[in-house]
C-alpha cells in the first residue's frame, strides 16, 4: 500500500559516486523505491549546490552531471518510479531560497557543524569564504521544503543540515501560518558503519573531495589495489600480533558490506564476522588475507552496478532525456509549493 510519505534526496555532482554514498544513502534509496511505500520519490544532482565551492570549475560540474545520473541508474533508481532531476533545471527553489535568507541568522549558520568541517576541508580562511557556500544550508532547506518532502534517506553529516531545515519550517509556519511548509524527518542507516564510511586511507570520511573512495565505477583491478592497500591497524606488524578492530578501515567496511552468506561462499573457517574479528584480536591472522575476502565481497556487489553502468554509457541522450523528463516533473511540484507559499505570505497580489 502506497503511503503519504515524500522521499527526497540528492548528490553534488562533484564526482563519481563512492561506496560511501552507497551505504550511507543510495542502497537505502534503492530499497525504499522497490518497497513501493511512498507517494512519491525524488532524487535529484545539486549542480547548483556544487557550484557554491566549485566557481573556478564549472566544467567539472557540467561534467559530473552525467556521471552522477549514470550510478544513480546503474545501481538500481529506475525513473519509471523514482523522479530523477536537475536542481538547477528548479527556479522556484532560488525564489524558496530568497525567502528562507530572512530567517536565519549569520551566527546560526556559522555553528552548524557541517559547515564548520566542511570550510576546514575546502581550506576557506577568515572571511573569504563564498557566500553561496556559507548559505548553502538555507538553500538545501529550499530544495527539501519545495517538494514538501517528509522523509530524507542520508548520512549523519547531513543531520546538521536536516536540524537547520525543520528550524527554518517552524519559524516559517510561525510567521506565515501552520501546515504551509512540511518539517522533514531524516532517514539514517540503521548500521553504525554506514554513518559516515571512513575513506580508504582511515581518514573520518569518505569523500570525493578528499581523494579517498572507492568508487562504484571502478574497474575490478582499480578495486583490488585500494583495498589492498587500505589503512589497517598500524601496530598490527606480524601475523602472530593480536589486531584491533577499532579504527580499522577493512573491519568497517566488512561491518557495513559483509552477511553471513559471505563467510559460507567465500571463507567458510568463520560463521559470521564476530568470530573472524576475534581471530584477528587473538593474533594469527594477517592483513592481506582479510583483504581478500573484502575484496571479493565488494566485487561481488560493484560488478552488477559496473556493468549496468557500461550498457547506459552507450547512449548519453538517453540519459539526458531522462534528466530533462524528471526536471519537468518535478519543476510542476516545486511550483506548486511556491503558489501556496507565495499565498500564506500574502505576496500574491495580482
Ligand atoms: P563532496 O565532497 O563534494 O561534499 P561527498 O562525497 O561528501 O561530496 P555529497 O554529494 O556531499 O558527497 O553527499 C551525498 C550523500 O551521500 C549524502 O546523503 C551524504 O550523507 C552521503 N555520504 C557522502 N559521503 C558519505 C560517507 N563517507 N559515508 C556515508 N554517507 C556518505
Ligand atoms: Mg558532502
Redesign the pocket.
Known sequence: MASDKIIL????P??R??I??Y????RRRVQIQDEGDYKRMYVFI?DAQ?LT?NVDNPEKVRQNLIEVALDYLSVGLDPEKTVIYVQSQIPELCELTFYFMNMVTVSRLQRNPTVKT?IQ?RGFSGESIPVGFFTYPISQAADITAFDATHV??????KPMLEQTCEIVRRFNNIYGEGTLTEPKIVL?DNAA??????TDGKA??????GN?IYLSDTAQELKKKVMSMYTDPLHIHVEDPGHIEGNTVFTYLDAFSRPDHFAEYWPEYQNLDELKEHYQRGGLGDMKVKKFLNKILEETLAPVRERRKEYEQDIPAVYEMLRKGSETAREAAAATLDRVRHAMKIDYF
Request: hydrophobic share 30%; net charge negative; with cysteine.
Open positions: 534526496t540528492g548528490d553534488r562533484t564526482g559516486l563512492h560511501g554514498h551505504v550511507g544513502s543510495l545539486a556544487a565551492d566542511e576541508m534517506p542520508v548520512g549523519e553529516d547531513q542507516p554506514c554513518l559516515r564510511l571512513p575513506g570520511k569518505m569523500s570525493k573531495s578528499l573512495c
